[in-house]
């Protein structure tokens, strides 16, 4: 953190936590000013860490730093009954290599910009107090990081739901219905593979891959069960799948204007937006446009095209920029996913039957309804699903993102399923 190298950050703090690290550990590592400090470490962890500080910034390190060290690591060790061959004198020179040759690693990566990483903010918390935090999610090695945003809840053991957006989107589309979800439980929104501030996949993604990442995420945060995975579009199929490959871990599923498998019809249909994308500098504002109108069938909807293509709107212009500046290959990779899925053939069915029998799931499939044939197509799911584990609810006047179109009453209903 010191020398910058967030690249090493990364790549080390998920061992950490695996080892037993938590959030108010790292935000002690951030901030050794902090008043929390001598509640979170020991006092020989704390004069570890100041004596770390001190060699980092400065080389030389001040004598008290160097003997208050000292004296904590004798009175470690006096206090073991057995410690064979180890000697304050030893360890001091074994915490001095270990701390210059992290420093050797560190400088080195960012002196040769490894992975592009130079110029990131190292991602450490900088409080405990602090209520949000953003994450880099290592979900696959070596090089695919998801951007993660966590709202966290004032309670600790406030239950968890993580939100999930559709194609061509980041985090912030989620914004205007965080606030409807805070005041219970710990909020978590990413920016899927591809998007945002999340790296691009070398390889092309599927539905199942990025259920996983659900999963790689609640690992990462150490959220064995988590309370509600809120999916739309994309997102939505994201959530069903996570349903079906992990039961176990969520209690309750929200599925939104999205559809279990892939019609035929709409391949041919990805390829020509892929193109488009493609098609030179325009591509993104072309397909921005395009999207709009489809998601935002509704007349006079500030997130549609202005009538003659100006789109003056202040929402408009937000959305179009939130599409527009999407990677383009991170688009292609992403829209790979949605080209040839079909989570029945996968046992969707008896899966969610299942869950809700063995684990308490239930599922909510919602839908705008001015959403094209998906409306009808959710509604069939649930009565499908039956067994009181699925129920159907529109969202009067809205089209393809109610939770943009009509956030107060997304939020309410939202909100009502999860707390039933």
Same mark, same amino acid.
């Given at each position: 953190m010191l020398?910058?190298?967030a690249f090493e950050w990364i790549h080390h703090e998920h061992v950490g936590r695996a080892a037993g690290l938590t959030t108010g550990y790292l935000a002690a590592i951030a901030d050794t000013s902090t008043t929390s400090l001598s509640s979170v470490l020991s006092p020989l962890q704390q004069a570890a860490l100041a004596f770390t500080d001190s060699s980092t910034r400065h080389v030389k390190v001040p004598d008290e730093v160097f003997v208050n060290f000292k004296r904590q690591l004798q009175l470690n060790l006096d206090s073991q009954d057995d410690a064979p061959n180890v000697t304050v004198d030893r360890q001091l020179v074994e915490a001095t290599a270990t701390v210059g040759g992290y420093n050797l690693v560190s400088r080195f990566l960012v002196a040769l910009d490894v992975n592009d990483r130079a110029s990131q903010t190292v991602p450490v918390p900088h409080s405990p107090e602090q209520s949000i935090f953003e994450y880099p999610v290592l979900v696959e090695a070596p090089d695919v990081t998801l951007h993660v945003r966590v709202h966290f809840h004032k309670n600790p053991r406030a239950p968890a739901v993580i939100l999930v957006n559709s194609l061509l989107t980041n985090l912030s589309m989620w914004d205007r219905v965080v606030p409807a979800f805070a005041d219970n439980y710990t909020i978590i929104t990413f920016d899927q593979r591809g998007h945002g501030q999340s790296s691009c996949p070398?390889?092309?993604s599927t539905i199942s891959r990025l259920a996983q990442d659900i999963a790689s995420i609640l690992d990462y945060l150490q959220i064995k069960v988590v309370h509600g995975v809120v999916g739309v579009s994309q997102?939505? /199929?994201t959530a069903l799948s996570f349903g079906l490959q992990y039961p176990h871990r969520v209690r309750r599923l929200v599925v939104c204007d999205t559809q279990v498998a892939t019609p035929a019809a709409n391949k041919v249909a990805w390829d020509e937006r892929i193109a488009l994308a493609r098609s030179g500098p325009e591509g993104m504002h072309k397909l921005a446009s395009a999207t709009a109108a489809r998601w935002f069938?509704?007349?006079?909807s500030s997130f549609a095209p202005a009538p003659g293509g100006s789109g003056v709107e202040e929402d408009f212009g937000y959305l179009s920029a939130m599409i527009a500046g999407t990677d383009v290959e991170g688009f292609a990779t992403s829209?790979? /996913?949605l080209q040839s899925y079909d989570l029945r053939a996968d046992g969707l069915m008896n899966a969610l039957r299942n869950a809700g029998r063995e684990y308490g799931m239930r599922i909510l499939l919602l839908a705008g309804e001015l959403d094209g044939p998906l409306p009808q197509r959710l509604r069939e799911l649930a009565d499908e699903i039956g067994g009181g584990h699925a129920?159907?609810?529109?969202?009067?006047e809205s089209g393809h993102l109610p939770m943009l179109d009509n956030p107060g009453k997304f939020g309410v209903t939202v909100s009502d399923f999860l707390e039933s």
């Open positions: 020398n910058g190298a070398p390889t092309k997102g939505g /199929a069938p509704k007349p006079g829209a790979a /996913a129920e159907y609810v529109e969202i009067h």
